[in-house]
């Protein structure tokens, strides 16, 4: 087999073979000098991602890992917390708060819709007790390709001292997200989006005031302890081995962003969802968000009357290699998501159109051929 | 600089080429057909190293996450728990089941010694009313270099319905274990050890006697919950995004183990074992273990009198980019160690064999140079 596929998922996402070559490095003494620099220098980086000045720690683990630690290490039992949920992830961190034993309250949108700030604020002065001790919300949710305005919600907290707990895991370094200007406690991203490196690793900031909770939470924790974290990170070590090979494909990939540079990347996917939405557009096919809250990192388009979600995924990979996503749970039928984010360019993101396109018109979906690649291709002449 | 670095130690171990290049294939879909095949082979893979039919599931985290899901998803809080401790990684167990509520009583053992299974058939003699849930030990004690007698420990238990819990992460393919026919309920592996590939995978398998507790177990967990990871696994897939890359590297390496097959592994390992035993025993230099109990993966020697350890690691990373491990906790600046397991061979080992007696001569320590090389090479000779 040719092994020439192109992975339009909302992550994984294709790895860049600088990145490849880097990875392919000979282990070293996690605790030896090396590894030191090394770590140093990857976490200085991911602070710039993260447009912040407070302390970011990388641990080996899938971005859920990343949310996990984000509530076991600020949690004691019985804490209420709001969750902000308008997709699968904001379901997940329900599940997260409730296994280690928070009460939770839950801000809950149709599956699609963007968060509306005004609920928040609504929820929080309500709360004259200051019992709720953390918002949690996702600034990109993949599920659906909504993009939430974090900014205005961090805002919507006013004078309450709840921290708010961001999942960035699919949004960081597709979408602006400016923690500390936006003053955001906690935000967790994950490696394989983005960041253009396989999945395997989670980083976190955390801000002073979040620490202030680390220091006193009660809930079960050991493996994602943030205080055994800050305690390492000052030797210039992790507590436990760290997946090396990620954090060498780490180093070269956040090279290759900030050669970049985070205007010029947040620039490159708005056109990609400009790309997405023409091409839509051009064939009479709904998307889930509404425009103003897109994102640009994934886009949902809903499955035409009459055609499945499988046919159409099955058959972009069986006819072109081509790789998109399905729906996942309450959506699971009814969308398909397509990725774009990370290592893919435009014309990659034009073939996987073509392939689309080509594939609803062998289903029976009645479009002219070329009109969405025509419309996408515009946006891609004009830059954005 | 040339990167041509001796890495012995015990963990992260050398990555063969073939593995290497089999990680630099591009990102998949983590729920489509090419992972659940992928899931599937190494699963079955690791299977076979386990020497077990149980259900095995290969986590995201490092081996230190392999134990934390072993300890949460077992206990519920207040649940009685027995650790046999002799060294750096058993009071990492004491920590994790105190993290998660267990009420823990420990017997301990000066480090360096090997556990007793007489202790452990009395203290679960004394338990009549069942109270102790599980018994935790170690396979091989990465940080003394004593390998323990799990198969005598296991028997120890005699009719108690205590599950066992065996930490086998730098042990395992390097020493003897035979999870099915020794009755191990949930043994715990590690990815960058004699398995070949860079840290960031643990493996576990669970028994069907260990699952009745999974099941009913209280204790906080959710990117551990091995029942999510059944659920999954049962489709082909992980509950969270895997680390692929590392996946790919364990399908390789598995062909390697089984291509070189357990028996020719462990007698390999044994050899490594008697070459440092040899070299020390011509250079009058003191083992930390006792011969009978010593580990095929990892061992000990005790810093010579006069000298610290730290000259000594350093020189050698320093003068021959050689690297070994110094000693953990209570053992620092008293060992150093040194790691032969996974993709290491005898010209290797010989080579840092070389380079720590020249290091120690220069040192200061007086020995005929070239008596512990000529000792290891005899050992090589007779292939044992």
Known sequence: ?????????????????????????????????????????????????????????????????????????????????????????????????????????????????????????????????????????????????????????????????????????????AADLQVDNWDLDIVISGSQKAFMIPPGLTALSVSERAWEMVEKATASRFYFDLRLAKKFYEKGQTPFTPALSLMFGLKESLKIILEEGLENIFKRHEMYKNMVWAAAEALN????????????????????????DKDIVNRLLEDYNVVIAKGQGKLSGKIIRIGHLGYVDGLDLLAGITALEITLYRLGYDIEIGAGVHAAEEVLRRGG
């Open 285 to 308: 096919l709904e998307m889930l968000a509404p425009r103003w809250a897109a994102s640009p990192a994934v886009s949902a388009i809903k499955v035409p009357p009459g055609l499945s």
């Open 1 to 173: 087999m040719w092994e020439k596929q192109i992975l339009l998922l909302p992550g994984p996402t294709q790895v860049p073979p600088r990145v490849m070559r880097a990875m392919a490095a000979q282990q070293i003494n996690h605790r030896g000098p090396e590894a030191k620099e090394l770590l140093f220098e990857i976490t200085e980086g991911v602070k710039k991602v993260f447009q912040t000045t407070n302390d970011v720690f990388i641990l080996t683990a899938s971005g859920t890992g990343g949310m996990e630690a984000a509530v076991s290490n600020i949690i004691c039992p019985g804490d209420k917390v709001l969750i902000v949920s308008n997709g699968s992830f904001g379901e997940r961190f329900v599940q997260i708060c409730r296994a280690f034993g928070a009460d939770v309250e839950v801000i809950e949108y149709e599956w699609g819709k963007p968060i509306n700030p005004d609920d928040v604020a609504f929820h929080l002065e309500k709360d004259k007790g200051h019992l709720i001790k953390a918002v949690f919300l996702q600034h990109n949710e993949t599920s659906t390709g909504v993009l939430n305005d974090v900014k205005a919600v961090s805002e919507a907290r006013g004078n309450h001292p709840a921290l708010l707990v961001v999942d960035a895991i699919s949004g960081l370094a």
